[in-house]
Nanobody, 117 residues
Framework: HVQLVESGGGSVQAGGSLRLACVAS????????MGWFRQPPGKEREAVAS???????TYADSVNGRFTISRDNVENTLSLQMNGLKPEDTALYLC????????????WGQGTQVTVS
């Protein structure tokens, strides 16, 4: 079982930056594919970015070029650098893990709130 804890959220003005972090409890973190998701107020959860164990990344069109996902397999940490933030980026951001080769994310953090005004 992997426990995920996010941090780094907060309130920022449009155009600003935030860096989110997600720490995984499992020392076997490296086999997992990781992702960032977000849930805006009153809306469904959506995928933001993902990274596999070889550091190959994917991004939602809405954040491509502004957000960067990365991972540190030594520190068991997933990061999301968010630049050029817009009000529509306001959401609860969650990190998640799945075993690479399987489609479903099975481990989820509690989330960290990002508010852009």
């Amino acid at each position: 079982h992997v426990q995920l804890v996010e941090s780094g959220g907060g309130s920022v003005q449009a155009g600003g930056s935030l860096r989110l972090a997600c720490v995984a409890s499992d020392n076997t973190y490296s086999p997992y594919c990781m992702g960032w998701f977000r849930q805006p107020p009153g809306k469904e959860r959506e995928a933001v970015a993902s990274i596999d164990r070889f550091a190959a990344t994917t991004y939602a069109d809405s954040v491509n070029g502004r957000f960067t996902i990365s991972r540190d397999n030594v520190e068991n940490t997933l990061s999301l650098q968010m630049n050029g933030l817009k009000p529509e980026d306001t959401a609860l951001y969650l990190c998640a893990a799945r075993l690479c080769g399987f489609p479903e994310y099975v481990y989820w953090g509690q989330g960290t709130q990002v508010t852009v005004s």
